[in-house]
């Protein structure tokens, strides 16, 4: 039996109503959707240093909100590759774009930048699967 995915606005990267969740803002642009961000010591795996799992959470979390009302992506593999530590209060800026898109699946990416420098901190690429909405 297939489950629904129920939106609930408690995801842990971008509910609102999570009150230990990141809030996270996603926008949507024409191709890609973005969100800028700086994140806290709570995050972090050593001193100031942001765990590489939450930055792999947040790519993560910017690929699936490509999805459209008629699609829902559920992640199938995520690849990550890390070029510098983010620092705790750091801002930066999170873009994914599709790069292929297939009849059941898309392949994604996403990168993390840092805003003052545009520095890549993190970038991932991911195989979405579709999940079609019930009619």
């Known amino acids: ?3 629904e995915l129920i939106r609930d606005n408690f995801c842990f990267v971008c509910g609102k109503d999570n009150p230990k969740g990141m809030h996270l803002s996603f926008q949507k642009l024409e191709d890609r959707v973005y969100a800028k961000f700086s994140l806290s010591h709570y995050y972090q795996g050593y001193e100031n240093v942001i765990h590489g799992g939450i930055i792999a ?9 490509l999805q459209t009302y008629e699609e829902r992506f559920l992640t199938g593999k995520l690849t990550v590759k890390y070029h510098a530590p983010l620092l705790a209060g750091e801002e930066v800026e999170v873009f994914a ?16 930048v840092r805003v003052s420098d545009r520095k890549k901190i993190a970038e991932a690429e991911a195989l979405m699967f579709i999940l079609k909405e019930k009619e």
Do not use: G, P, S
């Not at 774009?97 to 699946?105: G, I, P």
């Open 57 to 65: 959470l947040i790519l993560d979390e910017a690929m699936a909100y």
């Open 97 to 112: 774009e599709v790069k292929e898109d297939r009849k059941r699946f898309k392949v994604t990416r996403a990168e993390i």
């Open 1 to 3: 039996m297939e489950k």
